[in-house]
T-cell receptor, first 112, second 113 residues
Framework: TQLLEQSPQFLSIQEGENLTVYCNSSSVFSSLQWYRQEPGEGPVLLVTVVTGGEVKKLKRLTFQFGDARKDSSLHITAAQPGDTGLYLCAGVRNSGTYKYIFGTGTRLKVLA | ETGVTQSPTHLIKTRGQQVTLRCSSQSGHNTVSWYQQALGQGPQFIFQYYREEENGRGNFPPRFSGLQFPNYSSELNVNALELDDSALYLC???FGQGFTEAFFGQGTRLTVV
């Protein structure tokens, strides 16, 4: 059962380009987190969003939580090769069998 | 570096065997969560331990079991290994119940042959 779908699954772009990664679900989440994972490492937390409509910025990364708390997006401005990695969203639910769900992942490669 | 250490880093086991994976949590943290990450996929939540008690479980069979010790380190045990159990096993350390800011270890790569 995959409750959190990410798109695109793969993305290869040139340095300096902008991109947006989407995380969508039919479920409501009390909060949602974004992680970046590099090969051979565990995921590293980038941000947590809690309020519907919330927007958070982390340098060139902008995160938004949907108004209904069912979806989120990550926008990267002027991508750098150091942004390369697997981006994961993870949602926290207060009810149901699946309390903490990771998304399917978006593998980003930024070419110099 | 997160301060969360997992051992071993790599492991090869035969189908039907049992395995124990270990995780040392970050100082000051009392919660450990375990995840299974198959190649090319996002992590799947196995279970969480908070102050030595299981505090939530994902959709994994009973042959996946765990333990948390008084120092908040944790073990993941898998019995009767199957080929599909081959994956990266991640533990995450945090403070308090639920899924607050968590720090992940580097993982244990388990291969079942």
């Amino acid at each position: 059962t995959q409750l959190l779908e990410q798109s695109p699954q793969f993305l290869s772009i040139q340095e300096g380009e902008n991109l947006t990664v989407y995380c969508n679900s039919s479920s409501v989440f009390s909060s949602l987190q974004w992680y970046r994972q590099e090969p051979g490492e565990g995921p590293v937390l980038l941000v947590t969003v809690v309020t519907g409509g919330e927007v958070k910025k982390l340098k060139r990364l902008t995160f938004q939580f949907g108004d209904a708390r069912k979806d989120s997006s990550l926008h990267i401005t002027a991508a750098q090769p150091g942004d390369t990695g697997l981006y994961l969203c993870a949602g926290v639910r207060n009810s149901g069998t699946y309390k903490y769900i990771f998304g399917t992942g978006t593998r980003l490669k930024v070419l110099a | 570096e997160t301060g969360v250490t997992q051992s071993p880093t790599h492991l090869i086991k035969t189908r039907g065997q049992q395995v124990t994976l270990r995780c040392s949590s970050q100082s000051g943290h009392n919660t450990v969560s375990w995840y299974q990450q198959a190649l090319g996929q996002g992590p799947q939540f196995i279970f969480q331990y908070y102050r030595e008690e299981e505090n939530g479980r994902g959709n994994f069979p009973p042959r996946f079991s765990g333990l948390q010790f008084p120092n908040y380190s944790s073990e993941l045990n898998v019995n009767a290994l199957e080929l599909d159990d081959s994956a990266l096993y991640l533990c995450a350390s945090s403070f308090g119940q639920g899924f607050t800011e968590a720090f992940f270890g580097q993982g244990t790569r388990l291969t079942v042959v």
